[in-house]
């Protein structure tokens, strides 16, 4: 395993992370295990963190101890892959509307310890204003108004100096425009809150979505 970022790890044409629980087949092809490690294979067609890495991210401020927050956290997919990488001193408050979904994160929360899963629309960051401050605002929403959602939860909830990471889906908020078109606009109202530090157009893995990395 050759390391890439804070436990994150690459064999080949695969990228790993440092599993959190020893033999948890959930989310994940195949496991490694190497000098009495286990490694979580991350499906860069199953998850858009993992598409940027692959698409040549080059920094990913994810690290072990972060306290994160994590909008759009569904039944629990990628959100399992943050959980390894920031280890159980870390948290992650995971905000998701649909109850269904709830219902399976629920489940993967119990078994990691380090998640805490929020029945919650993420437009409305005051549902939850009992959370801390965090290190890392992820947002996955594929909504309307998605950069409006990171600005509002950034302002209220990220720390300075902190990390947004926005995987943005063009065709969310205009199916009628072309998604270069869409970047644009998007791009020019998150300038007014932060800087945009790196941009990952993410096709093939994921057509027509792009991968922000935002310093506040
Ligand atoms: C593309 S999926 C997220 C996939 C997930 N991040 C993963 O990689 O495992 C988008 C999720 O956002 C949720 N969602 C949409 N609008 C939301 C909102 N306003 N607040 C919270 N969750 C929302 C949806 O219910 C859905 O589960």
Same mark, same amino acid.
Request: net charge positive; aromatic share 4%; no cysteine.
């Given at each position: 395993m050759k390391k890439k970022f804070d436990h994150v790890f690459q064999q080949g044409k695969s990228i790993f992370t440092e599993a959190l629980i020893k033999n948890d087949k959930t989310f994940t092809k195949s496991i490694a295990k190497e000098a009495g490690k286990e490694y979580r294979e991350w499906n860069p067609m199953k998850s858009k963190p993992a598409a940027a890495i692959m698409k040549g991210l080059k920094s990913f401020p994810l690290k072990k101890g972060m306290k994160v927050l994590y909008l759009g956290a569904?039944?629990?997919a990628t959100i399992s892959f943050f959980s390894d990488i920031v280890g159980e001193n870390g948290i992650i408050y995971g905000v998701e509307i649909s109850e269904r979904s709830l219902r399976d994160l629920n489940d993967?929360?119990?078994r990691r310890g380090n998640i805490v899963p929020i029945i919650a629309d993420a437009r409305k960051p005051e549902e939850y204003s009992w959370i801390e401050k965090c290190d890392i605002i992820f947002e996955d929403v594929a909504s309307d108004d998605q950069p409006e959602i990171m600005i509002r939860n950034a302002d209220k909830f990220l720390k300075t100096n902190g990390f947004g990471m926005l995987?943005?889906?063009?065709?969310?908020?205009? %199916?009628? *425009?072309?998604?270069?078109? %869409?970047? *644009?606009?998007?791009?020019k109202k998150l300038k007014e809150h932060f800087e945009i530090l790196e941009k990952v157009v993410l096709d093939p893995y994921e057509k027509d979505h792009a991968f922000y990395l935002l310093k506040k």
């Open positions: 569904a039944s629990g993967v929360a119990e995987a943005l889906k063009a065709r969310s908020i205009d %199916v009628t *425009k072309n998604p270069q078109q %869409v970047y *644009k606009v998007v791009e």
